[in-house]
């Protein structure tokens, strides 16, 4: 079946500690996004990827870093930089030919910094 | 500014109807979502409405969208238990040859039986 699959479901770091999530899908969708979710805040836009080897910054992008360079994975670095990074955070996709731009979501990693 | 506001609470009795209402402030919207997310879950695209229409109905959900007060809601008939969960409002924006995406805080749907 298509979809998303983002690894691992729940992670423990320590502080001063780099994390990569993994975030891979098999749907040949063009666009991938990485956000971020916290209590009584809503969704949040970390980065975004339209095309491989090519990514934005979204709205809170300060200590965190990515990469895409297959189509399939977008893996999202959170390193030591990143002041507050305990969070749930979600994967999507959406396909470029998609008329109403429906977002895929993959079903979240939850970091917790010790 | 693009801003999409929604209460964040909601409590009704099973059997009973959900009305959650959702309000945006940029008229240029194409596309606008409910999105569903269960709890320790990602989302999933309930529904859409194009910013062209007043209303859609799809089985015990209907989306209506008053484009002049910037007013969108979504009613679930019937509610069951199964259907707690967080509901997503979301716009979507051009952005150039890019489509931007604003979201709401979400509301937290409880069901009663």
């Known amino acids: 079946d298509g979809g998303i699959t983002q690894s691992p479901k729940y992670l423990f770091r320590k502080e001063g500690q780099n994390v990569t999530l993994s975030c891979e899908q098999n749907?040949?969708?063009?666009?991938m996004y990485w956000y971020r979710q916290d209590p009584g805040q809503g969704l949040r836009l970390i980065y975004y990827s339209q095309i491989v080897n090519d990514f934005q910054k979204g709205d809170i992008a300060e200590g965190y870093s990515v990469s895409r360079e297959k189509k399939e994975s977008f893996p999202l670095t959170v390193t030591s930089a990143q002041k507050n990074p305990t969070a749930f955070y979600l994967c999507?996709?959406?396909?470029?030919?998609?008329?109403?731009?429906?977002?895929?979501f993959g079903e979240g990693s939850r970091l917790t910094v010790l | 500014g693009e801003d999409v506001e929604q209460s964040l609470f909601l409590s009704v009795r099973e059997g009973d109807s959900s009305v959650i209402n959702c309000t945006y402030t940029?008229?240029?919207?194409?596309?606008l979502y409910w999105y569903k997310q269960e709890p320790g879950a990602g989302l999933q695209l309930l529904t859409y409405i194009f910013s062209n229409m007043d209303m859609k109905q799809d089985q015990r959900l209907t989306v209506l969208l008053n484009k002049k007060d910037k007013h969108l809601s979504l009613r679930i008939a019937d509610t069951q238990t199964g259907d707690s969960a967080i509901y997503f409002c979301?716009?979507?924006?051009?952005?150039?040859?890019?489509?931007?995406?604003?979201w709401g805080l979400g509301t937290s749907l409880a069901v009663n039986p």
């Open positions: 979301a716009e979507s924006l051009l952005a150039g040859n890019n489509r931007k995406l604003i």
């Open positions: 940029d008229s240029s919207s194409t596309y």
């Open positions: 749907l040949n969708h063009d666009a």
């Open positions: 999507a996709s959406s396909g470029s030919g998609s008329r109403t731009g429906e977002l895929f």
